[in-house]
C-alpha cells in the first residue's frame, strides 16, 4: 500500500463462483456452487450448522487453503479474474475482499489507531494514520466513539464496538468485497442492531457477502439469500438463490421451505 | 465430611504441606551451613573477588560473573534459535514435520548434562579453540569480549554449551505459548493481506510476548543452576577477565569442584554460601518465570 489510499469507494465488487468445490483433505465440504454475488448488494449465506457456508465464503478470500489439508476446486471471479488461477497473488486478493469474523478479533497488542489502520498504515506519518483511520471508522460508525481515546488499547472497548473496529480494520483496506462470518453472533441484540444498520449502510460501497445461522437477520439485512444444505455424504450444496422477499415469503425448493419454517435445522 | 474423606484431606494436605516445608528446610539448612562464612565475611563475600583457599580468602565475585555471563550467553543464544524454532513448528510447519521435530526437541532435554559436557570437552571445546574463537577474533577482536589467547574451555564455551541444554526448554514452551494464540488473530492478520512473515512477527509474537519472554527466564534459571556440564568446560579458575574466551568459573561448579578437597570448615562454610547464593536467585528467578507464563496461559483459558 502505498501512502493515500484513494478516497473514492472503488467500482469493483463483481464476485462470483463457478462450480466450487472446497475440501478438507478427502471430505468434500462444499460441492460444485455457483453463485454470482450482487453487486453493492447484501448477500445472506443461510443454512442449518456444517452446511458449509463458512468454508464457502473462506474459499472467497483464499482463507480457506491456509487450514490444514485443504484445498479448493473450481473457480472464483472477481472482476472477470479468477483468484485461484496460478500465478494469482493471495495477499493481492485479500486486500481486495475483506473479511470480518465470527468473533471480535482486534490485534490486542496494538492501540486502537493501530489497530484501523492495520493494512499498511505502519508506513504512515502520524497524521495521514489518522486520516486513513477517521475514514474507516467513520464508515464503521465508530468514529465519534474512539476519537478521544485513539491510542487505548481496543481491549478496553465493548464487543460490539470491538466488532466494528475489525470492520473499519477491513474497510480501511478499500476493499471492493467484503465478507462477514456470522459478525454478530457473539453479540447482544443492542450492538447486533448497530451492525445490522450499519451491514446496510455499507453495501452502499461494498459488495457484502454475510454468513447468518440466524433467518431473521437474513431477512432484515440482506438483498438476496442464499440456502445452503449438506447432502448425505456431509458436502455442502447450494439449494437456491433469490430475492430475499422471495426466498422467505414463496421458496422454490422445499427443503428451503423446511427450513425457513423451522421444520429443521 | 466422612472420617475416610477426612483422612485422606489429610494425607494431600499433609504431602503438600512437606514441599513448602521442604524448601524452608533447605534455605535453613544452607543459611546454617555457611554461617561461619556469613560471619566472617559479611555482604562483602560477594562483591570480594578473591577466591584463595590457602590463605582462607573468600570472595564469590569471579563465580558471580562466570556464572552471569555464562547464563547471559546461553539465553541469548537459545532465545534466537529457540524463539524462531518454535515460530516454526507452530505456525509454519506442516504437521507431519512438526509433530516428531518437536519431540525430538523436547528428547534433547532428556539427554545427561555429562554427556552435553563430555560432548563440549572433546568436540565443542576444540571447534572453539580452532574455528569458532580464531573467526570471532577476526571480525570481532578489536572488542575486549573476543581478545586475548583462545584456549578451547572458558566463558564462551560454557555458554554455547547451556545454550544447547536450554534451547529444548525455550523452544517446547514458546511453542505452546505461541500455539494458545487465538487462530482467529492470525487469520484476521492474513485476511488484510499480510504475509505469514508479517502475521507472524507482528501479530503473533507481539501477543505472546509476555509467555515466551517466561520461556526464556525458564531458560535461564535452568542455565543458573546447571553444574557439571559447564564444570567440564569452563575452565575453572576463579578470575574476571574481560574476553569470553579466558577460563571462568560458575557457581554451581566451584562447589562441585571444590566440596571434596574443601578441608577448613570456612572453607565448607563458603562454598554453602555460594549454594545459597544460587539457591535465591534460582528460586527467583523460576518464581518470576513461572508467574509470567501463568498469567498468559490464565488469560487465554
Known sequence: MTAAPPTIAPAGGALATDDLSAYYGTLEAVGNVS???????VTALIGPSGCGKTTLLRCLNR?????FDACVSGRVLLEDCDIYEWGMDPMAIRRRIGMVFQRPNPFPTLSILDNAVACGGRRLNRRAKIEVAERALRAAALWDEVKDKLTRSPLQLS????????????????????LMD??????????????????????????IVAVTHNMQQAARVSDVTAFMLADADGTGRLIEVDDTAKLFTKPSDPRTEDYITGRFG | MSPIDRGFAAVVYGGSVLFALLIVGLFVELVLGSWPSLKAFGPSFIWHSAWDPVANKFGALPMIYGTVVTSLIAIVLAAFVGIMAAVFLADFAPRWIATPLSFLIELLAAVPSVVYGLWGLFVLAPLVRTAIGP??????????????PIYGVGLLTGGIILALMIVPTVTAISREVIAAIPRDLREASMALGSTHWETATRVVLPAARIGIFGACVLGLGRALGETIAVTMVIGNRPEISASLFAPSYTLASVIANEF??????????????LGLILFLVSIVVNALARLMIWRVRGSRA
Open chain 1, 159 to 178: 464487543g460490539g464496538q470491538q466488532q466494528r473496529l475489525c470492520i473499519a480494520r477491513a474497510v480501511a483496506a478499500e476493499p471492493e468485497v467484503l
Open chain 1, 35 to 41: 453463485i454470482a454475488f450482487r453487486r453493492k448488494s
Open chain 2, 135 to 148: 573467526a570471532l577474533q577476526h571480525v570481532l577482536g578489536w572488542t575486549p569480549l573476543f581478545s586475548g
Open chain 1, 182 to 207: 456470522e459478525p454478530t453472533a457473539s453479540l447482544d441484540p443492542i450492538a447486533t442492531a448497530v451492525i445490522e444498520e450499519l451491514m446496510a449502510r455499507l453495501a452502499e460501497r461494498f459488495t
Open chain 1, 63 to 67: 482463507l480457506h487453503e491456509l487450514t
Open chain 2, 260 to 273: 571434596t578437597e574443601a578441608t577448613t570448615s570456612l572453607y565448607i562454610s563458603a562454598l554453602i554460601e
